[in-house]
């Protein structure tokens, strides 16, 4: 059964720092991995797509890497921002076609 | 291009009573899949429709019940509500099936009373 734990459940950090939060996955046959943010209350902003056979994903400051054989995921946020603020979810699609989240990061970045 | 709609965004209901959210998709997207999320649990996979056909389903009991119609938005049905049915629900849709990006509508913030 997959397990997708991710760690810290919570960080603080300063402004322009970069920071860097972790997703650990039990089962590697996975399709993907997926990184969202949520703002309180709202939904689900995806911020980038891991398929199984890439390596990482880049969009503006945010680098995403993927170690299927280690069951590991890491979302690289640069320089970051009070705008940053946010919980942060990873999500596997397994290879039995379910999408299984983690409990998620809440960051805070204090200006 | 217009994002995924949930309607309605805020809900109360008593235990006992029945309720049906509804999920509108991205435009040509086919796949449509519903979550729970809880303090408590977390997100959790409810079901997923691809072309009218449930393809999955998460570990829910029988209450919990969806279907997609020919222009692929959604309806969730949940009958008999309890306590803890209290939660907000988010749809997602993705280009075909779900192994490609999904994208998430704002929720239904469901309160059962």
């Known amino acids: 059964k997959q397990e997708v734990t991710q760690i810290p459940a919570a960080l603080s950090v300063p402004e322009g720092e970069n920071l860097v939060l972790n997703c650990s996955f039990t089962?590697?046959?996975?399709?993907?991995l997926q990184w969202f943010r949520q703002d309180p209350g709202k939904g689900l902003t995806s911020l980038l797509l891991i398929q199984s056979s890439q390596r990482e994903q880049t969009s503006g400051r945010l680098n995403a890497s993927l170690d299927k054989s280690s069951g590991r995921s890491t979302l690289y946020i640069a320089a970051s921002q009070p705008g940053d603020s946010a919980t942060y979810l990873c999500?596997?699609?397994?290879?039995?076609?379910?999408?299984?989240f983690g409990p998620g990061t809440s960051l805070s970045v204090i200006p | 291009k217009a994002g995924v709609t949930q309607t309605p965004r805020y809900l109360i209901k008593t235990r006992g009573q029945q309720v049906t959210l509804s999920c509108s998709p991205i435009s040509g997207h086919r796949s449509v899949s519903w979550y729970q999320q809880t303090p408590g649990q977390g997100l959790q996979f409810l079901f997923e429709y691809f072309s009218e056909t449930q393809r999955n389903k998460g570990n829910f009991p029988g209450r919990f019940s969806g279907r997609q119609f020919s222009n692929s938005r959604s309806e969730m049905n949940v009958s008999t509500l309890e306590l803890g049915d209290s939660a907000l629900y988010l749809c997602a849709s993705s280009l075909l099936q779900s192994s490609y990006e999904q994208y998430f509508g704002p929720g239904t913030r469901l309160t059962v009373t």
């Open positions: 999500a596997v699609k397994t290879s039995y076609d379910k999408v299984i």
């Open positions: 089962d590697s046959a996975i399709y993907n």
